[in-house]
């Protein structure tokens, strides 16, 4: 965990219970670009997320609660400039909203554990889903796979 994570009491990669945290408190402990994507749903300008390219394998985690939200066998290259998968970890890893904003009808993509921005979803992916999951990088964070198995077996009793 790294420092910024210390100030957070509520980042977790083994803990599932909701967080419901205020704007305010939220505000205290995220970074301010990951507080104005999660929190203010913002978006990160294309091709700058260093997740966009990255072919390690491991587990992507909600950068504002530490919940899992997708592992790196579901990753693709879609072109779109933003991080893409074809399908969350688990069906409550993530929810979704309608997004009418900026003129457009899409669904919004949070985390299921925060209701963080994350991003959204199109039905212009690749098989098995058909989905595509277009994700800002800056509210991920990523364990590979040695690492990530090397925390759950410290978490464990």
């Known amino acids: ?36 994507i999660a929190r203010k749903k913002g978006t990160e300008r294309p091709w700058t ?30 072109g779109c400039g933003w991080p893409s998968f074809y399908q969350p970890i688990s069906k409550g890893s993530v929810i979704y909203e309608p997004d009418n904003s900026h003129g457009m009808q899409r669904t ?24 595509r999951y277009c994700i800002n990088g800056v509210v991920l964070d990523f364990k590979k796979a040695q690492e990530a198995e090397k925390n759950y077996k410290k978490s464990e009793p």
């Open 1 to 36: 965990m790294d420092s910024l994570k210390k100030n957070n009491p509520v980042y977790s990669n083994t803990d599932t219970s909701k967080v419901n945290l205020s704007e305010e408190e939220w505000k205290k402990v995220l970074p301010e670009d990951v507080y104005y």
């Open 108 to 131: 919004e993509v949070m985390c299921g554990r925060c209701k963080s921005h994350l991003g959204h979803v199109f039905e212009d992916g690749p098989p098995p889903t058909g989905l």
């Open 49 to 78: 997320s260093p997740f966009e390219t990255l072919k390690d394998k491991g587990t992507y985690y909600c950068a504002a609660c530490g919940n899992a939200l997708f592992i790196s066998d579901t990753k693709f290259e879609s």
